[in-house]
């Protein structure tokens, strides 16, 4: 257990607590600490904004969505042009998965699925697997 810790420290995934020896963070909850006075701010505002880890939804009002966008420039973070939706979709290709809203299903892409059956088939081949 040591030793994969020691390796996502390494990896700057994980970082040692200050509050307590042996407690470790992911980043990713330090972003969404550092995140939340920028949602507050915004709420105040009157803009309906959450988040999800490193995700921010928004309640189809597009002024929310440039306040959102101004505030987070302003404070020196980049905002993704291609994973950012302006326009709401009820079909979005996500990590390989399309996510179809209006039949309500999960299906990897085209990509998604050669892929998988190329790894089934180097599986098969294989003497010996590793997990």
Same mark, same amino acid.
């Given at each position: 257990?040591?030793?994969?810790?020691?390796?996502? @420290?390494?990896?700057?995934?994980?970082?040692?607590? *200050?509050?307590?020896?042996?407690? +470790?963070? $992911?980043?990713?909850? !330090? =972003?969404?600490?550092?995140?939340?006075?920028?949602?507050?701010?915004?709420?105040?505002?009157?803009?309906?904004?959450?988040?999800?880890?490193?995700?921010? @939804?928004?309640?189809?009002?597009?002024?929310?969505? *440039?306040?959102?966008?101004?505030? +987070?420039? $302003?404070?020196?973070? !980049? =905002?993704?042009?291609?994973?950012?939706?302006?326009?709401?979709?009820?079909?979005?290709?996500?990590?390989?998965?399309?996510?179809?809203?209006?039949?309500?299903?999960?299906?990897?892409?085209?990509?998604?699925?050669?892929?998988?059956?190329?790894?089934?088939?180097?599986?098969?081949?294989?003497?010996?697997?590793?997990?």
């Amino acid at each position: 257990m040591d030793q994969e810790i020691n390796t996502l @420290l390494q990896k700057g995934v994980i970082e040692e607590a *200050n509050h307590s020896h042996g407690e +470790f963070l $992911s980043n990713m909850f !330090l =972003i969404t600490k550092l995140m939340k006075p920028c949602y507050a701010h915004l709420r105040c505002q009157g803009h309906i904004v959450s988040d999800y880890i490193d995700d921010t @939804l928004f309640n189809n009002a597009l002024n929310s969505l *440039n306040a959102c966008k101004n505030l +987070f420039t $302003s404070l020196g973070l !980049l =905002i993704h042009p291609e994973k950012s939706l302006e326009i709401t979709s009820q079909i979005a290709t996500v990590l390989g998965f399309i996510i179809n809203s209006l039949d309500m299903t999960v299906s990897p892409t085209t990509e998604k699925k050669t892929s998988l059956l190329e790894l089934c088939h180097k599986t098969m081949q294989s003497n010996q697997i590793t997990i």
